[in-house]
């Protein structure tokens, strides 16, 4: 069975950092895109963050560029999202995908997690 499953989520004060892991089981990461997504309530799904299958190439959303950095974990079959510098309106549930193209738009990816709450509050 196909499966991502993401972790790391939480709540931090602002200026703080996380760090997501999206996890693959049932298939190889690494012959895949994968992009953070991000879903805030009452908000339309938006791109975060996409890395290409190689790892040298990656994508970012205007509201997180130089703060936020994806990277892959080679044989762990992991995908990470390093998040610094955390806003309020950085808080969302926080999804990871696996798709062919590492542009960051949702309709390019074809498997899904079921999401990480990221809670950023003082």
């Known amino acids: 069975q196909l499966q991502l499953v993401e972790s790391g989520g939480g709540t931090v004060h602002p200026g703080g950092s996380l760090r997501l892991s999206c996890s693959a089981s049932?298939?190889?990461?690494?012959?895949?895109?994968v992009g953070w997504f991000r879903q805030a309530p009452g908000r339309e799904r938006e791109g975060v963050a996409c890395i290409n299958t190689r790892g040298d190439s990656s994508m970012y959303g205007d509201s997180v560029k130089g703060r936020f950095t994806v990277s892959r974990g080679g044989a762990t079959n992991t995908v990470y999202l390093q998040m610094n510098s955390l806003k309020p309106e950085d808080t969302a549930i926080y999804y990871c995908?696996?798709?062919?193209?590492?542009?960051?738009?949702?309709?390019?990816?074809?498997?899904w997690g079921q999401g990480t709450q990221v809670t950023v509050s003082s």
């Open positions: 995908a696996a798709g062919g193209s590492f542009f960051c738009y949702e309709d390019l990816y074809t498997y």
């Open positions: 049932g298939f190889t990461l690494d012959t895949y895109a």
